[in-house]
């Protein structure tokens, strides 16, 4: 009886702060105006640091000022500078290890490229990682210094996608303070290699190294016929290596990520941090945004991936300069979620509030919708807001599903998830996806996703529920955390 009175007192107290709430003060029509502009020709689908995402980024500006919406504290406007480096692929490689030889035309990718014409020692070293809590050192008793590093693709446990990509970074700066001169990765993922190739093998972006001095390697996949069995042999036989790029040429970019700050009405819940967040870069026009491109259509407008959770981002900046909510809230607006979600990781390696204060991030990004009377959830049941955003919702006639589909690790594939890995707890707020089918796919990532083809009175409601959901989150007493589900993310 106990527990029933707790949860009829909490949907009460709920209903009660929903009720009390002020009606949304964003219209249909501003809704769709910012819409239109954000996803039209004009920008060239926003492809980072281009003149069509500057000028979504001066657009964004513009609007969160003329609500009233202030800089981040310690910042003199809306922009964060954000660097990067635009990086050609390798003109010409070749690797040679014994009697095998491997060429980028053929069974050789160069992910992060040097020139480099040089004879050296190989040796294997594992999965080359090293985690001192789990006790795992695979470069122990190794000599790797002047050397090329060999090694399994991913992690001690596993090679699914997200494994492999998330431990990239550091398995290159593993092998660079070891002093290797090169990492080579056996290519083991279920992906097709000519899917890697065609994602790697191109022009792209990738943040500036904030440290000049520090040392760096080259880092390459080698496809295999067989790995089994290839590290005994490579360290027994301690075969011949020679490694020669002709590297890509490099020039220096930036872009910027969009921040706004409203200091919240509680004297002491003001102190605590809401990151509202919502990417508003995109892929480009033609062969920038992929094969999907048309003769007639060749610009990828990006309106449902991310122009709905953009509009999303500026309702809520909109309605909450004119009704703070107990806690701070900072507006993001990012840049370069794209290619890999740079533009939040820079923001939270370089935070404009103090990262141990920030309560939650509520981001908003999705692959269009296939219903109109849901949200989708990715990340419920990592968090302790669950409650609040299923009434919320309920109150706009709206059900919250779960993640369309879990086999795509959609949560770490967006901006929050840039929040999660530093311990923030953090989700994504999308529209509604039953099935990842036919309906998406029409759209997502293609030249037909344009701002006509909405339905803008569900994203006026979408945009609606998003800014309920926060309100409710910033006014929330008491410790917002993860659950033992999102325990994973948990910071020690």
């Known amino acids: 009886m106990k527990s029933l009175l707790f949860v009829v007192s909490t949907f009460l107290m709920l209903a009660n702060a929903i009720g009390q709430a002020p009606s949304f003060i964003f219209t249909k029509n501003e809704i769709e105006a910012n819409l239109k502009y954000i996803a039209s020709d004009e920008l060239g689908g926003r492809r980072t640091a281009s003149k069509g995402e ?115 970074d550091k398995k290159k700066e593993l092998a660079a303070e070891r002093g290797a001169i090169a990492l080579v990765e056996l290519y083991q993922m279920q992906l097709p290699w000519a899917f890697a190739k065609g994602y790697y093998n191109k022009e792209h972006l990738e943040l500036k190294d904030e440290k000049p001095g520090k040392s760096n390697i080259i880092y390459c996949w080698i496809q295999v016929k067989a790995s089994v069995g290839i590290g005994k042999k490579l360290n027994d036989e301690k075969p011949k290596c020679h490694l020669k790029i002709n590297a890509g040429e490099t020039q220096n970019l930036e872009a910027s990520n969009i921040i706004g700050f409203i200091e919240g009405k509680d004297p002491v819940l003001r102190n ?122 309920s109150d706009l006639g709206l059900n919250v599903l779960d993640d369309p589909a879990p086999e795509q690790n959609l949560y770490e594939r967006s901006d929050n998830i840039s929040f999660a890995a530093k311990g923030v707890p953090a989700i994504d707020f999308a529209p509604c996806i039953t099935e990842m089918g036919e309906e998406i796919f029409k759209y997502y990532h293609q030249a037909t996703d344009n701002p006509d083809s909405l339905d803008y009175d569900y994203i006026l409601k979408f945009c609606q529920a998003f800014t309920q959901v926060a309100s409710l989150i910033a006014d929330k007493d008491g410790k917002i955390d993860w659950t033992e589900k999102g325990a994973k993310y948990q910071k020690k």
Request: charged share 20%; hydrophobic share 40%.
């Open 54 to 168: 500057q000028m979504a980024a001066a657009f964004l500006a513009k609007e969160l000022a003329s609500y009233g919406v202030k800089p981040a504290p310690g910042q003199s406007d809306f922009f964060q500078k954000v660097p990067f480096v635009n990086i050609q692929p390798a003109k010409s490689a070749q690797l040679t290890i014994g009697e095998n030889k491997f060429d980028n035309k053929d069974n050789l990718l160069i992910i992060n490229s040097l020139e480099i014409d040089q004879a050296a020692e190989v040796v294997f070293a594992g999965h080359g990682w090293v985690d001192e809590t789990a006790g795992i050192d695979d470069y122990k008793g190794l000599d790797v210094k002047g050397k090329i590093v060999v090694t399994v693709m991913g992690l001690p446990s596993g090679n699914s996608p997200n494994e492999v990509f998330s431990s990239m």
């Open 272 to 393: 605590e941090y809401l990151v509202l967040s919502a990417h508003y870069d995109h892929v480009g026009i033609g062969k920038q945004g992929g094969a999907a491109y048309m003769p007639n259509d060749s610009i990828f407008n990006g309106a449902r991936d991310n122009g709905i959770g953009t509009v999303a981002l500026l309702a809520a900046a909109k309605q909450f300069a004119q009704h703070p909510p107990k806690r701070s809230v900072v507006l993001l607006a990012c840049t370069a979620e794209e290619i890999g979600m740079l533009g939040s990781e820079w923001f939270v390696n370089h935070p404009t509030v103090d990262l141990s204060k920030t309560a939650f991030n509520l981001n908003t990004d999705g692959a269009g919708y296939n219903a109109t009377n849901c949200i989708s959830l990715i990340g419920k049941g990592l968090t302790n807001i669950d409650g609040e955003l299923e009434l919320a919702c």
